[in-house]
């Protein structure tokens, strides 16, 4: 996907930048319903009645930061990398994970999740890769087949 270490290296700090922004982002939100707390049934997709999409940078930072032997199918509705209601890639989860809060605004929610899109959006036409924006069970079936 991206010409060579130098340039993977410094996509890959962009998205981590970005990544940082989104935590600062929702930090910084003052939710009178409380934060997150983080107990992994909006993990369970179907259940929640949600579906996650990912963005062509964020699969390859994921696959650069855990190796290419370690991306998991989703072969259920649950998130792979959730394992007994915990994330384990946590430190390396995508900008829908690290947005989304069920106790949280729909419209901030919105809002922040369009500036991220549009920042990694800009990320792929800096670094020439082809911007896909792709339902997880996809994206991640692509990545290990």
Known sequence: MVADCKTNAQLLKRVSEIYN?????????????????????????????????????????LTANLGAENIKPQTTSRCPYNVSGKCTVYEYRFAGCRIFCCKA???????????????????SMEFQIDYRYTNLARALGGLVS
């Open 21 to 61: 922004w989104l935590d600062l982002q929702t930090r910084r939100y003052d939710n009178p319903e409380g934060r997150c707390n983080v107990c992994g049934e909006c993990c369970d997709f179907e259940s929640y009645s949600h579906r996650l999409f990912v963005t062509s940078p964020e699969l390859m930072y």
């Open 105 to 123: 605004d729909a419209d901030f929610q919105s809002g922040l999740s369009e500036s991220a899109l549009k920042k990694f959006k800009s990320i």
